[in-house]
C-alpha cells in the first residue's frame, strides 16, 4: 500500500465518518415514517370524523341515513365480547402460564405444549375464525353469538397472556419460593400466596395488550357471522341489569366496533366515511389507551420492585 | 555482540528512543478517578509490560493508547501521552480517535475473530482504509500471517471460517489482523489468560521477535510472563504507577515496598 | 400415641395420632395433584386449539376435494366458486397474496432493518427509549383502521401520482401492510444484533473503522440468521393479514402480478364468503376451509423456518 500524507488519511477518515452521519439522518427519516403514518391517520380519523364525534353519535344506532347513524350497539356488543374474553382467557392463561413454569417436567409432552403455545402465536387470526365457525358455531353449537366471538378471541390472545404469565413468574427471584417452602409450604400454597400475587403486575400488563389487540380484530368476529347492521341491544333496554344477569346476551346476535367501521367504510356515500373516521378514531383512542395503561403499568413496575 | 553491549549501556542510560510519553495521565469514569497523575515512558521497539492486582487500572491505562474509552459515554482524559516521532498529543480533542487507531492496533483478551473467512479477517483494517487493488491485499495478508507464525498452518484454508481455528490460532489470527495495517504500536490486552499453555508459548515467542518490527506495550496478570516477554515493567496500584523501569530491576532490585509485596506474592 | 413433651417447652399437644397425621397427608396430596391436573388442563387448551384448528379445516377440505380435485385446485386458472360452471384455481387468489406480501416485504425489509441497525448501533438510549414505544404504538393500531387508512388516504394520495391507479388495488394495501410490519421486522433484527457480543465491535473500532462500517460489514453479518428470520416471520405476517386487503384491494378475485390492479388474496375471499350467506355444507362454505388449509400450511411453514432460525442465532451467542 503506498504510503499516504497525513492529509490524505485525513480527508479520507473525514469521507468514511461522512457515511455515519448520512446513516444516522436514514435512520431517523425511516422512524419518522412510522411517526408521519401514526400522525397521518389520526389526523385524517380526527378532521373528517370530529363532526360526528357527539353524545349522539355514542347513543345511536346505525341507520341507512348516516346523519342518524352511531355505534351504540357496536361499541355495547365490544364491551360485552371483551368481558367474555377476558372471563376465558384469563384463567386459562394464567392457569397454564404457572403449569408451565412451576409444575411442568421437562418432559417432551412438556415441549409439544410449548411449542404449539409458539405456533398458535403466529396463526393468521381468520384461521381462528375459521376455526370458531366450524366447532364453535356449528359443532358446538353456539350460534353466531357473543359466545361465540368471545371464545375465539379468548384462544387468539391466549399465547399473549401464557407468556406474560411466564415471564412474570420468572422474574421472581428462587429465593422467595424457597423461603415459603422452607416454612413448610405446599407448592399449590406457595403458588397462590406468592408467586401469582407477586406475577400479577406483569400479568396484568400481558392481559391488557392482549385485549387491546383482541378489542381491534375484525376478521375472525367477521368469520363467524357477526352481522353487520344491528339495530337493536344484547341487553334489553326496559331491564338492563337483569337481562345483563341472567346472561342472555350471550346467546345474541351482535356486532363489534372493527365490524361497524368496516360496514360504514365500504359504503361509498362521504358521510358514512365520515361516520367511518369518527368510528375509527374512537376505536384507535381505546386501544392506544389500553396499551398506553400497559406501557405505564410495566414502567412502573420496572421500578417499584426491586427483588 | 559488541552492539549488544552498547545497546544495554544505552537502555540503562535511558538514552533509548522514545515511542511514547505519559505525562499527568488522569482518567475519569463519569466521577469515579480510575488513572490517578500517570507518567511514565514507552521506549521504541521494546515490550513494556504493565502489571499489577486486579482493578489496579493497567486496562483502563492500555486503553486510552487507543481511546477505546472514546465508545462509551460518560468518560473523561486529562493530561496527555504524546506519541512520537511527530509529538502528537494522542488524547487531544482535536485529534481524530479513528487516526489514533490506525496507527495504533490492539489484540483483545477474548480472541474475536469476525464472522468471516480467514482472509477477510486479515485483509479488514486494509479494506476500511479504502485498499482495493487485490494483490496490494494478498501481499498484505500473507506478510501478516506470516509475521504471525500462522501463515504455513492457514495458507490453504484461507477461504474458511475464522471460527474453524483453536482458540491460540484464533489470537494468532487477530495479531495478524492487527499487524496487516502496518501499526506503530500494538497494544495486547491479557492477550494469553484465555489459552492453553502451549499457545500461551507460541504468543510468547511471537512477542520476542514482533517487538523488533513494532512497539508492543502488554497488560498481564501474570507476573512470570511478563518476567519473560518484556523490556520494561510498570506496576500499578489502584490506578497509580508504583514503579516503572527495566524488567529486571523492577522484578530483582524494587525500590518500593508496595512493589516487593506484588512481587513476592504478599499481594494478590 | 405419642405426645412430645420437653421440659422448658410447652407440650406440644397438637401433634396428632399417626393415623391422623397420614389421613391429612393423603388428603393434601391428592388436593396438590388435583389442582396440577387442572392447571395441566389449562395448559393443554393450546394443544386442544392446533387440534381442533387441523380437525376441522382437514374435515371440511377432504369433503371439499373429494368434488373437485387436488390437481385442479393447484393448477386451475379460474376461481369462480359460486358460478354453475365453477373453477377452484387457488393460484388466482395466491397471486394476490404473492403480489401483496411482496409489495409490503419491499417497504418493510429496507425500513425495518435500517432501524433495526440505527436503534441497535447509532441511537443514544433517550432516543431508543422513544422509538420503541412508537414502534409498539404502530404495531398495536387494529387492522380495521390501517384498511381505512389504506382506501381513504393512500390510495387517493398514490391516485396524484399514479392518475390511472383504480381505488381498489394491490399497491395501497401493500404499503400500508408493510408499514405495519415494520416494527415486527425491526424489533427481531435488533434483538438478534444486540445479541452480538461487544468485543466483535470492539475489535472493529480498534481497526480504525467508523460506525457505519462496523455496524454494516461486522455486526450485522453476525446477525445474519437472526435477520433472516425477522425478513420470514414478517412474510407470514403479511401472507396472513386480512383486513387491509379486504377493505383496500377490493375482494373481486383476479389472477395478476400486477399491483395496480385490485384482486382477492387468500385471507380477503374467505372475508367475502363469510359476508354472504353461508349455507352449513355448500360448496361455497367448504372452499373457505380448503382455502383456509392452504393459508395455515403456507404460514406454518414460514413459522416454522424463522423460529428454527432464530433458535439457532441464539445458540450461536
Known amino acids: ?14 469521507r468514511r465518518k461522512r457515511w455515519d452521519v448520512v446513516f444516522a439522518v436514514i435512520g431517523v427519516v425511516c422512524l419518522m415514517i412510522g411517526v408521519l403514518t401514526i400522525a397521518a391517520l389520526l389526523a385524517d380519523m380526527a378532521v373528517k370524523g370530529a363532526p360526528r364525534l357527539s353524545y349522539e353519535f355514542f347513543t345511536s344506532f346505525p341507520s341507512r341515513h348516516a346523519e342518524r347513524a352511531g355505534i351504540l350497539s357496536a361499541w355495547v356488543g365490544s364491551a360485552l365480547v371483551m368481558v367474555v374474553t377476558a372471563a376465558a382467557a384469563v384463567p386459562v392463561g394464567v392457569a397454564a402460564g404457572v403449569y408451565l413454569e412451576e409444575y411442568a417436567p421437562r418432559n417432551w409432552m412438556t415441549t409439544v405444549i410449548e411449542v404449539n403455545i409458539t405456533n398458535l402465536a403466529g396463526v393468521p387470526s381468520i384461521v381462528y375464525g375459521l376455526l370458531a365457525l366450524g366447532v364453535f358455531v356449528y359443532q358446538f353449537g353456539l350460534g353466531q353469538s357473543i359466545l361465540s366471538a368471545g371464545l375465539t378471541l379468548a384462544l387468539l390472545i391466549l399465547p399473549v397472556v401464557i407468556v406474560a404469565t411466564r415471564e412474570a413468574i420468572r422474574a421472581i427471584p428462587a429465593a422467595i419460593r424457597e423461603g415459603s417452602y422452607a416454612l413448610g409450604a405446599t407448592r399449590w400454597q406457595t403458588v397462590r400466596h406468592h408467586v401469582v400475587p407477586y406475577a400479577t403486575p406483569g400479568i396484568l400488563t400481558g392481559v391488557i395488550i392482549g385485549m387491546a389487540r383482541a378489542i381491534g380484530e375484525t376478521a375472525p368476529v367477521i368469520t363467524i357471522g357477526a352481522l353487520t347492521f344491528i339495530a337493536f341491544l344484547p341487553v334489553r333496554e326496559e331491564a338492563p341489569l337483569a337481562s345483563l344477569l341472567s346472561l342472555e346476551w350471550l346467546m345474541a346476535p351482535f356486532t363489534v366496533m372493527p365490524i361497524q367501521i368496516f360496514n360504514w367504510t365500504s359504503r361509498p356515500e362521504a358521510a ?4 367511518a373516521a369518527a368510528a375509527g378514531f374512537v376505536l384507535v383512542l381505546m386501544t392506544l389507551a389500553m396499551n398506553g395503561i400497559a406501557l405505564w403499568l410495566r414502567y412502573r413496575m420496572r421500578r417499584a420492585i426491586k427483588w | 555482540m559488541a552492539r549488544e553491549a552498547d545497546r544495554e549501556r544505552a537502555v540503562e542510560q535511558g538514552a533509548e528512543p522514545r515511542k511514547a510519553e505519559i505525562r499527568g495521565l488522569n482518567f475519569y469514569y463519569g466521577e469515579v478517578r480510575a488513572l490517578k497523575d500517570l507518567n511514565m515512558v514507552v521506549h521504541d521497539k521494546h515490550v513494556t509490560a504493565l502489571i499489577g492486582p486486579s482493578g489496579c487500572g493497567k486496562t483502563t491505562f492500555l486503553r486510552c493508547f487507543n481511546r477505546m474509552h472514546d465508545l462509551y459515554p460518560g468518560n473523561r482524559y486529562q493530561g496527555e501521552i504524546r506519541l512520537y516521532p511527530d509529538d502528537v498529543n494522542l488524547l487531544g ?11 495504533i492496533g490492539m489484540v483483545f483478551q477474548k480472541p474475536n475473530p469476525f464472522p468471516k473467512s480467514l482472509y477477510e479477517n486479515v485483509a479488514y483494517g486494509l479494506r476500511v482504509r479504502g485498499e482495493r487493488s487485490r494483490h496490494a491485499i494478498d501481499d498484505k495478508v500473507e506478510q501478516a500471517l506470516r509475521e504471525a507464525a500462522l501463515w504455513d498452518e492457514v495458507k490453504d484454508r484461507l477461504a474458511e471460517p475464522a471460527f474453524n481455528l483453536s482458540g491460540g490460532q484464533q489470537q494468532r489470527l487477530c495479531i495478524a489482523r492487527a ?4 501499526p506503530e504500536m500494538l497494544l495486547f490486552d491479557e492477550p494469553t489468560s484465555a489459552l492453553d499453555p502451549i499457545a500461551t508459548a507460541s504468543i510468547e515467542e511471537l512477542m520476542r521477535e514482533l517487538k523488533h518490527k513494532v512497539t508492543i506495550v502488554i497488560v498481564t496478570h501474570n507476573m512470570q510472563q511478563a518476567a519473560r516477554v518484556s523490556d520494561y515493567t510498570a506496576y500499578m496500584y489502584l490506578g497509580e504507577i508504583i514503579e516503572f523501569g527495566l524488567t529486571d530491576d523492577v522484578f530483582f532490585r524494587p525500590k518500593h515496598a508496595r512493589t516487593e509485596d506484588y512481587i513476592t506474592g504478599r499481594v494478590s | 400415641m ?19 397425621r397420614l389421613a391429612r397427608r393423603r388428603a393434601r396430596l391428592w388436593r396438590e395433584r388435583a389442582i396440577e391436573f387442572v392447571l395441566f388442563l389449562a395448559a393443554s387448551v393450546s394443544v386442544l386449539t392446533t387440534a381442533a384448528i387441523v380437525f376441522i379445516l382437514a374435515k371440511e377440505s377432504v369433503v371439499f376435494f373429494r368434488q373437485v380435485p387436488l390437481a385442479d385446485f393447484l393448477l386451475d386458472t379460474q376461481w369462480t366458486p359460486l358460478f354453475d360452471d365453477a373453477h377452484f384455481g387457488i393460484v388466482v387468489l395466491l397471486s394476490g397474496t404473492v403480489v401483496s406480501s411482496a409489495v409490503a416485504l419491499l417497504v418493510a425489509v429496507p425500513v425495518g432493518t435500517t432501524i433495526a441497525i440505527y436503534l441497535s448501533e447509532f441511537a443514544s438510549a433517550r432516543v ?23 382506501l381513504l388516504f393512500v390510495t387517493p394520495l398514490l391516485q396524484k401520482m399514479i392518475p390511472q391507479l383504480p381505488g381498489f388495488n394491490l399497491l395501497a394495501a401493500g404499503i400500508v401492510m ?3 410490519i415494520v416494527p415486527y421486522v425491526a424489533s427481531i433484527s435488533e434483538d438478534a444484533m444486540r445479541a452480538v457480543p461487544m468485543g466483535l465491535r470492539e475489535g472493529s473500532y480498534a481497526l480504525g473503522a467508523t460506525r457505519f462500517e462496523t455496524a454494516v460489514k461486522v455486526v450485522a453479518p453476525a446477525a445474519t440468521s437472526g435477520i433472516a428470520a425477522a425478513y420470514i416471520l414478517g412474510v407470514s405476517r403479511a401472507v396472513g393479514e386480512t383486513m387491509i386487503l379486504a377493505i383496500a384491494a377490493g375482494m373481486q378475485p383476479n389472477l395478476t402480478w400486477n399491483p395496480l390492479e385490485p384482486a382477492a388474496t387468500v385471507t380477503s375471499y374467505i372475508v367475502q364468503v363469510a359476508l354472504g ?11 373457505i376451509f380448503a382455502a383456509g388449509l392452504m393459508l395455515l400450511l403456507l404460514t406454518l411453514s414460514f413459522n416454522v423456518v424463522g423460529h428454527w432460525m432464530r433458535q439457532r442465532f441464539r445458540e450461536a451467542y
Open chain 1, 272 to 275: 358514512f366515511q365520515a361516520n
Open chain 3, 178 to 180: 408493510g408499514i405495519m
Open chain 3, 277 to 287: 350467506d353461508l349455507p352449513h355444507g355448500s360448496v361455497g362454505y367448504q372452499t
Open chain 1, 1 to 14: 500500500m503506498a504510503v499516504q500524507t497525513p492529509a490524505a488519511t485525513r480527508a479520507r477518515i473525514a
Open chain 3, 2 to 20: 405419642t405426645v412430645v413433651t420437653s421440659a422448658d417447652n410447652v407440650a406440644m399437644t397438637r401433634v396428632l395420632p399417626a393415623g391422623d
Open chain 2, 93 to 103: 480533542q482535536e485529534v481524530d480517535p479513528i487516526e489514533v487507531r490506525m496507527r
Open chain 2, 179 to 182: 499487524l496487516a495495517t502496518d
Open chain 3, 128 to 150: 431508543r427509549e422513544v422509538a420503541k414505544p412508537v414502534l409498539e404504538l404502530l404495531g398495536g393500531i387494529p387492522t380495521i383502521v390501517y384498511g381505512y387508512f389504506a
